[in-house]
């Protein structure tokens, strides 16, 4: 069924030792980090507690993503860039040495297309932006939201595609990299944390090599205490990741 994988060659062994922590990636594009705007980190403490820990497993810059999903978060860019300010100047005082700044996680649905995106998104990179679809299925009007985002100059980047498991046919995603939609990899997802099938999902992409970013998504504790766990734990996944080759370091 997957014939078009690129296969690996899975007789070689890694020579080098495993780096052991996320220097490799270096950069996070996709947390929730900005408090008490989403379900993410909700007090400062938390921010800032979670930025030291990422800061410790090797990230140094962080592009945090806050939900701008109009049924669910009433958030907009004036409102996340003011909730950002604090942990901002916080990070530029006491953390010299981490950069971090502010995108947002964009659910692509009508409600983007009508009221988000003609005001304007916040990007990163070269003019990137973060997206997600739907856990429950494609939006009838996906493809055209994500013409209607690369039509306004955007280049998109799709979060998780391996959590939407209503989609099985891995081509689809390949489609989407061939008109120009980036890819991003959970590190919980290929860890297991979202269960058996998100986990398989993201191995058949990763051998596919479609991914472009490896993100950490994360929103609280028990999220950070799973990623801790890798380099900690699982070096069989440290190693795969290791062999990819991620562009967070562009960003
Ligand atoms: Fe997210």
Redesign the pocket.
């Known amino acids: 069924m997957f014939s078009f994988f690129k296969k690996k060659d899975t007789t070689s062994k890694h020579t080098g030792p495993v780096i052991p922590d996320f220097s490799f990636l270096g950069v996070d594009m ?1 947390s ?1 980090l900005v408090p008490a705007i989403d379900d993410g980190a909700q007090t400062m403490e938390d921010s800032i507690h979670f930025i030291e820990n990422l800061y410790n497993l090797g990230f140094k810059k962080i592009i945090t ?1 806050p ?1 701008i999903h109009g049924e669910m978060y009433d958030n907009d860019t004036n409102k996340v860039r003011r909730y950002f300010q604090p942990l901002k100047d916080y990070v530029a005082q006491h953390l010299p040495d981490m950069s971090i700044d502010v995108s947002a ?1 964009y659910f692509l649905d009508t409600y983007f297309l009508g009221d988000v995106l003609p005001k304007g998104l916040m990007t990163f990179g070269k003019n990137q932006v973060l997206v ?1 679809a739907s856990m429950a299925g494609w939006n009838r009007q996906f493809n055209d939201i994500m013409f209607a985002v690369q039509a306004n100059g955007y280049n998109p980047i799709l ?1 998780h595609p391996e959590r939407y498991l209503y989609e099985t046919d891995m081509k689809v995603f390949e489609t989407l990299k061939g008109k120009g939609v980036s890819l991003q990899l959970n590190l919980l997802s290929i860890l297991g944390y979202y269960g058996k099938s998100i986990k398989i999902n993201a191995e058949k992409i990763l051998q596919l090599g479609l991914y472009d970013y490896c993100g950490t ?1 994360l929103h609280h504790e028990r999220h950070l205490t799973q990623i801790k766990s890798i380099p900690e734990e699982h070096q069989d996944i440290m190693q795969l990741l290791n062999e990819y080759t991620f562009r967070n370091k562009d960003l």
Do not use: G, N
Request: hydrophobic share 10%.
């Open positions: 996709h929730h993503t939900h996680e997600e979060a998504d």
